[in-house]
């Protein structure tokens, strides 16, 4: 099991940047694929960006490919999205998650079922 804690939240202004960054306890975080995911008020939650183990695959929604960008560093058991050019549409609460190892892939990336693992989300608000 997993506990993420996600912090780096804030108000922006538009065009602004914020990095968020979901710490996870435990020393198996490196087994896990990671997914960043965002729900605004009165809308359901939606994938953001996703990591595979190594780092090496990176996934994006439309929405945010160009402007957002997911790393991770598994020595600090730590996953980062990186985003720049913020938009008002951009604002909800953004929310990290761990897929539990076998279930990710490629087609399941945007699903939050994948996810067995959930952070309490941080809020991002990009005025404009």
């Known amino acids: 099991q997993v506990q993420l804690v996600e912090s780096g939240g804030g108000l922006v202004q538009t065009g602004g940047s914020l990095r968020l960054s979901c710490a996870a306890s435990?020393?198996?975080?490196?087994?896990?694929?990671m997914g960043w995911f965002r729900q605004a008020p009165g809308k359901e939650r939606e994938f953001v960006a996703a990591i595979t183990l190594s780092g090496i695959g990176r996934y994006y929604a439309d929405s945010v490919n160009g402007r957002f960008t997911i790393s991770r560093d598994n020595a600090k058991n730590t996953v980062y999205l990186q985003m720049n050019s913020l938009k008002p549409d951009d604002t909800a609460v953004y929310y990290c998650?761990?897929?539990?190892?076998?279930?990710?892939?490629?087609?399941?990336?945007?699903?939050?079922?994948?996810?067995?693992?959930w952070g309490q989300g941080t809020q991002v608000t990009v005025s404009s």
């Open positions: 998650a761990a897929a539990l190892p076998g279930k990710f892939a490629p087609q399941v990336v945007p699903i939050t079922t994948t996810y067995a693992y």
């Open positions: 435990g020393r198996t975080f490196s087994s896990y694929a």
